[in-house]
């Protein structure tokens, strides 16, 4: 395969799936990581395509994925999300998070318990189970996540305690979770800190990769569900926090 081709596949991947990994590049392609780098310098200059540390991401200030595009039914991503719901306990009071993964850990949570969210997309899963309580966050509606953010959302958070908090990561390199919202970024750590145990569901994609604002930070983890074992250098992140690590087999019966 010549790199003009490799470029037009890598191209369509991240409009399929939203970012590759310098890793991903090499694995699928059989090149070394030199070559992987300059294809991705090449991409840098595609529309819709923003390199970043470790790999490239769309894009979402030139070309975006609606949220149904993002949320189709992904195996990997719904057996995470059943892992996840299988997490909370009967009368647990959970905060989740905005996200495709959080509203798909929303679909398979059925026990009594309590929900603190800010996504409608979640609250849609949740609306028919009345066993479940359910606080929704106000503040401004979110297109792209189909989410409530803000700085009235962020306050608001401060009003509550959780046994646990489902937060959803874009981005996940040694400095923990990055986003490319800084809304965004600050609701993320308001839950973590009102919460006794703080979970991070994340897609071995997101490994090594990075986005503008800081968001939790490693010390604030508690646990990183996951379909693959991290690479040595976040793994030496979580064992120096003490943070487990669950690696769910995606092929699993959910």
């Not at 009967?90 to 969210?117: K, R």
């Not at 028919?128 to 979110?142: A, T």
């Not at 040694?174 to 991070?200: N, Y």
Request: net charge negative.
């Amino acid at each position: 395969m010549t790199q003009e081709e490799r470029l037009i596949a890598i191209e369509a991947h991240i409009k399929s799936q939203g970012k590759i990994t310098i890793e991903e590049i090499c694995h699928a392609y059989d090149i070394s990581y030199d070559s992987a780098r300059r294809d991705l310098v090449k991409l840098a200059d595609y529309p819709g395509i923003l390199r970043i540390r470790g790999g490239a991401i769309l894009d979402d200030k030139k070309v975006t994925l609606s949220y149904k595009q993002r949320s189709k039914n992904d195996p990997v991503k719904q057996s995470l999300a059943a892992y996840g719901a299988s997490l909370i306990k009967q009368h647990d009071i959970v905060f989740l998070d905005a996200g495709t993964t959080c509203a798909a850990l929303a679909h398979y949570l059925d026990l009594p318990s309590s929900v603190i969210t800010n996504s409608l997309e979640s609250l849609n899963e949740l609306s028919d189970k009345s066993q479940i309580k359910k606080c929704i966050l106000g503040g401004m509606f979110d297109d792209f996540s189909h989410a409530i953010v803000g700085n009235i959302t962020t306050q608001q958070i401060g009003k509550y305690q959780a046994n646990k908090a489902f937060i959803g990561v874009s981005a996940l390199s040694e400095t923990g979770i990055t986003t490319d919202l800084e809304t965004d970024a600050e609701l993320k750590r308001a839950m973590a800190a009102q919460s006794t145990q703080v979970i991070c569901i994340a897609e071995s994609s997101k490994f090594n990769t990075q986005l503008m604002f800081q968001s939790c930070s490693w010390a604030d983890i508690d646990f990183v569900v996951t379909d693959q074992r991290p690479p040595e250098n976040l793994a030496m992140q979580m064992e120096r926090h003490g943070v487990e690590l669950i690696v769910v087999d995606a092929h699993s019966e959910k």
